[in-house]
């Protein structure tokens, strides 16, 4: 996870982007050494006689590439919140359209939903009926840093305690603790 804190004034902001381990030209390189591998060696087969080894190749390089492609574009996402005076925004670009929301400051609240089991935890900003899942592709550590860093933030200049992170809730069984 990449969060950043920007604090300018008395507007803060949290930058939240998957933590990716290679760029998109890395990722390149990594897929053109797969593919030719496998290329080379179903290259040898077909030399050998074995010529339907060639489109099986194809098939599994075009998978490959097109999988390499999705990772890469989903580590693009970014989830911006904003927090000013009295207005929260949550802005989520993905690939694709980007989509926003706004919070009144004094009614919003945060919440994490703790699991017991294999789920993750779900962390969420919402107020009056709406909310917005955060944080998707963090892990449970970065979720419970980034739902404290939430808080800290929205508080500030905010005593009436409208934030709530003490509600906590088995996925699994539905159970309040």
């Known amino acids: 996870m990449l969060a950043t804190r920007i604090e300018d004034g008395s507007t803060r902001r949290i930058i939240i982007r998957p933590n990716r381990s290679m760029t998109w030209e890395q990722t390149k390189i990594v897929y053109l050494c797969i593919a ?3 290329l080379a060696i179903a290259g040898a087969f077909a030399v050998m006689g074995f010529w ?5 190749a194809g ?3 075009v998978l490959l590439g097109i999988a390499f492609y999705a990772n890469a574009l ?9 927090v ?7 802005e989520k670009e993905r690939p694709g359209p980007r989509c926003e929301w706004r919070f009144h400051r004094a009614w919003a609240r945060v919440d994490i939903a703790w699991s017991s089991g294999a789920r993750a935890s779900r962390l969420a900003v919402r107020s009056h ?3 917005v899942v955060l944080g998707e592709f963090l892990t449970e550590a970065e979720r419970a840093s980034l739902a ?7 508080r500030c200049g905010n005593p009436s305690g409208a934030v709530d992170v003490s509600r906590r809730v088995d ?3 539905g159970m309040k603790s």
Do not use: K
């Open 36 to 38: 030719s591998c496998s």
């Open 171 to 173: 996925l699994h069984n």
């Open 59 to 61: 098939a599994e390089i």
């Open 84 to 90: 000013g005076e009295d207005i929260v925004t949550v």
């Open 148 to 154: 404290a860093t939430l808080v800290d933030v929205l």
């Open 129 to 131: 009926g709406n909310e």
């Open 52 to 56: 339907p080894v060639l489109p099986f």
């Open 74 to 82: 989903a580590g693009t996402s970014v989830q911006v919140v904003t």
